[in-house]
């Protein structure tokens, strides 16, 4: 193979690598906690998009009102979902390159 080839070839993968990163970044991950009373949104790139809670992530006696111990149920529910969005987007994008590399582990892909 002459280095042309080569220097090809390496382009192509460049740009595969380049187009599923795209790919990724535009691809939504979401993760709930508590039962679907907190549900965290966050991109292949592991930026959060959004924050849901339902009504019964609030106080069922007064949806108005929240005390201090929902609060800390909430952050708790909230850490939980977001760590679960970013660990999906981080094995998905594991995934995807491990593909497109053919099982080869380059140094700072991820």
Same mark, same amino acid.
């Given at each position: 193979?002459?280095?042309?080839?080569?220097?090809?070839?390496? !382009? !192509?993968?460049?740009?595969?690598? !380049?187009?599923? !990163?795209?790919? *990724?970044?535009?691809? &939504? @991950?979401?993760?709930?906690?508590?039962?679907?009373?907190?549900?965290?949104?966050?991109?292949?790139?592991?930026?959060?998009?959004?924050?849901?809670?339902?009504?019964?992530?609030?106080?069922?006696?007064?949806? &108005?009102?929240?005390?201090?111990?929902?609060?800390?149920? *909430? &952050?708790? *529910? #909230?850490?939980?979902?977001?760590? $679960?969005?970013?660990?999906?987007?981080?094995? &998905?994008? $594991?995934?995807?390159?491990?593909?497109?590399?053919?099982?080869?582990? #380059?140094?700072? *892909? @991820?």
């Amino acid at each position: 193979m002459n280095i042309a080839q080569m220097m090809k070839q390496a !382009q !192509q993968m460049q740009k595969r690598l !380049q187009d599923a !990163q795209t790919e *990724l970044a535009n691809t &939504e @991950f979401s993760a709930d906690a508590g039962n679907g009373a907190v549900t965290v949104t966050c991109d292949g790139q592991g930026t959060f998009k959004s924050i849901k809670l339902t009504k019964a992530a609030l106080n069922p006696e007064n949806p &108005e009102s929240v005390d201090i111990d929902t609060v800390e149920m *909430l &952050e708790d *529910l #909230i850490s939980t979902a977001m760590n $679960q969005a970013t660990s999906q987007a981080k094995t &998905e994008m $594991q995934t995807k390159m491990k593909s497109l590399t053919g099982g080869i582990n #380059i140094p700072g *892909l @991820f």
